[in-house]
């Protein structure tokens, strides 16, 4: 899978979901023979170029066109979902990002990581993907790939967590421990499922909103 890559009249989107996330490469979970086909999973992705809808996607990948050598500003919502029937952990997810291209770093000849905030999850669960009830501690992240081009220093970092799938929230405490890293520790309920937001913001105006429904489980043990 390729980065979202600006290139001279054109650039490349790509935030692909249930990938692994680890640095350096990136992935989406295809079907086996006892998964769905991916064809099962929903998929829209919806772009802004300079505050106008530009394009609507039901992959989570879009090319712009006829674009010109300047700053721009772009706007990404994805959202993706998949039958809670089968796949017990982040049945959906939704994600707007806010990108602040600054121009291109080498005219045409240019090919530019841009500047699209990454969000990273530490949480320690056993292998079913269930953590114990009652007092949680996880960290999170909120970085950029590290030659992207424009992008800014992460000012502010915040976590949400949601018992209900989203529709109430509790805003968590979190402090910095260092690389990009936050940590935070709350009091979930003993059985159940966590859903987890994160708010991130960089100097240079790029933001990212990040919403993981049942991003883990809960249960006594």
Known sequence: FWSSTRYSGFLQL?????????????????????????????????????????????????????????????????????????????PKTHTVWNVRSPGLSKGIDSVDLLPVLQVGYDVTTDLAGYARGGKQALRFSVTHLSDAY????????????????????????????????YAASFTAPRSGYVTLRVKGRDSAGNTVTQDVVRAYGLRAR
């Open 14 to 90: 790509n935030v692909q979901p249930w990938s692994d996330g680890g640095v350096g490469h990136a992935g989406y979970i295809q079907r086996d023979d006892f998964t769905p086909k991916p064809s099962d999973d929903v998929r829209l992705l919806k772009v802004w170029q300079d505050g106008v809808l530009v394009k609507t996607s039901d992959w989570a990948s879009a090319t712009l066109s006829d674009l010109p050598d300047g700053p721009l500003k772009l706007r990404m919502d994805l959202t993706v979902t998949r039958d809670k029937k089968v796949w017990t952990f982040s």
């Open 150 to 181: 424009g992008k800014g220093t992460v000012r502010s970092a915040a976590l949400w967590v949601s018992y209900d799938d989203g529709r109430h929230w509790i805003a968590v405490t979190s402090k910095a421990v260092g690389s990009g890293w």
